[in-house]
């Protein structure tokens, strides 16, 4: 069973301020990694996606993403946060074995001050 | 201009009662799903379908029964409607059937059922 951990519910940070968000998934094969970002009352919008070579992922908006094998993790990274990134953020995973289900994490909250 | 189109935006349904969700997808892709998120639960996976075929199941209850007419359509019929089916549920779209395609999400339609 493929299982997708945030551990960080809600983080709080300043405008121009760096972040990390924390994916930690537990699935021992081949699988896809994808951060997502849903501002409140809309749809989900698709950030980045690793599922092989450079672990480093750049994404839309400056968002980049490190996938680790060996600490089974795919954190999100942004050099410099935007009043606009305040939403919630998703990682997912999906893996050949789970059939196209993506499976998600439970989310964290970006709340962007400025 | 929308490419994923979730028809109504918001819904209220009594208990007992029936309801048709509506999605349409104008990216050209082949493979669609439908995802439900609610208050209780992280996203959670619900079908999947490539040209028209049912792909993955992981919906316990047969109330829920999605309904393909075209390539680019996949309706959700909701049967017996309970409390507990209150949720915004997301159509999304993938170019393929495989898992490192990227899915891409609708606006949601947010069910309330009284």
């Known amino acids: 069973t493929q299982t997708v951990s945030q551990s960080d519910a809600h983080v709080t940070v300043f405008e121009g301020d760096s972040v990390e968000l924390r994916c930690n998934y537990s699935?021992?094969?081949?699988?896809?990694l994808s951060w997502y970002i849903q501002h409140h009352g809309h749809g989900l919008q698709f950030l980045l996606k690793?599922?092989?070579?450079?672990?480093v992922v750049q994404g839309v908006n400056g968002f980049e993403a490190e996938f680790s094998k060996s600490d089974s993790s795919f954190h999100l990274r942004k050099a410099s946060v935007h009043w606009s990134d305040s939403a919630v953020y998703f990682c997912a995973v999906s893996a050949p074995q789970g059939g196209r289900a993506l499976i998600f994490g439970t989310g964290t909250t970006v709340s962007v001050s400025p | 201009d929308p490419k994923i189109i979730q028809k109504p935006k918001y819904l209220v349904a009594v208990t007992g009662s029936e309801k048709i969700l509506i999605c349409e997808q104008y990216l050209g892709h082949n493979a669609m799903y439908w995802y439900r998120q609610s208050a209780k639960k992280p996203l959670e996976f619900m079908f999947s379908y490539s040209y028209q075929k049912l792909m993955d199941n992981q919906t316990a209850s047969s109330r829920f029964q999605p309904q393909s007419s075209k390539k680019n359509h996949l309706d959700l019929q909701i049967t017996a409607l309970k409390p507990d089916d209150s949720a915004t549920y997301f159509c999304?779209?993938?170019?393929?059937?495989?898992?490192?395609?990227?899915?891409?999400f609708g606006p949601g339609t947010r069910l309330l059922v009284l």
């Open positions: 699935y021992g094969g081949s699988i896809y």
């Open positions: 690793y599922y092989s070579g450079n672990p």
């Open positions: 999304a779209s993938s170019p393929g059937q495989v898992n490192q395609d990227t899915q891409y």
